[in-house]
């Protein structure tokens, strides 16, 4: 797929991959519709792209707000003639077990990190069908969504489907203008753990713990990741796997399909 003058819808795009893959999708020449619910987020990457005619616009939307995620199409093509690519990119996680994680909190990560791609891919498909060249649907899942650790249960279940999702929705699209991409970035180091929701009632010690435990895993640069996502998108690659960390834990799951957390967590010192 050639980048050059073709207009990108980007969720996430206030922080970590978003920032980078914005920065650099506006240097092959793209225009971007940048969508995140951190509008300061969101001015610092504007601030960071390229000034050289290309179409930028700012979109301050919660995805956990169901009818503004559906009011996104509209909203985006109010600015942009077209879209010849959907980047879903925003994700967000909560700490704790299972046990520990409130229904509510359960339902709002996946509203955002699953429900919200849905409804995206649903309102901006017909526009990339219009297009009448080839456009692009890219659903970023995770590592997780090939592995599912503990304390992981709600995320790695958006993951899951998501991963799920693109691929059923890519063999449907199969033989149109409209090609699917799902991408599993490993340890990428982004503030998700950071900005993790934390149950009710687990204590601030078990937070700083487990905030610090995940930090350790994210160590690729988000830069790195924007690039071998953007290369993925240019060969037109269905699937991506990002980072040394997740090409190893994906071969160590396809071994063991069942046992593979024993050998991961002797790996990683767990």
Known sequence: ???????????????????????????QGCHLALIDRNEDGLQHT??????????????????????AVLALPDLVL?????????????????????????ADDFDWLMQINFHAVVDTCRGFLPHLRNTGTLAKIVNVSSLYGLIAPPHQSAYSA???????????????????????????????????????????????????????????????????AAETIIKAIRKDKHRVIVGFDALVVSVIERLMPVN????????TNR
């Open 1 to 27: 797929m050639q980048l050059d003058n073709q207009t990108v819808v980007l969720t996430g795009a206030a922080s970590g991959i978003g920032r980078a893959l914005a920065v650099q999708l506006a240097k």
């Open 46 to 67: 504007l601030a960071e792209l390229p000034n050289i005619g290309r179409r930028y616009s700012v979109h301050v939307v919660d995805l956990a707000v169901r009818d």
């Open 78 to 102: 109010s600015e942009h003639d077209a879209v010849n690519m959907l980047i879903n990119n925003a994700g967000v996680a909560i700490g704790g077990s299972f046990e520990q994680a409130s």
């Open 158 to 224: 958006s993951k899951f489907a998501v991963r799920g999702f693109s691929n059923a929705l890519r063999h449907e699209l199969s033989g149109s203008n409209v090609d699917v991409l799902v991408v599993h970035p490993g340890g990428v180091a982004t503030d998700i753990a950071n900005s993790a929701k934390a149950p009710e009632g687990i204590s601030p010690e078990e937070v700083r713990l487990h905030k610090k435990q995940m930090n350790k895993l994210l160590r690729l640069p988000p830069e790195k």
């Open 260 to 267: 593979y957390w024993q050998v991961i967590e002797k790996l």
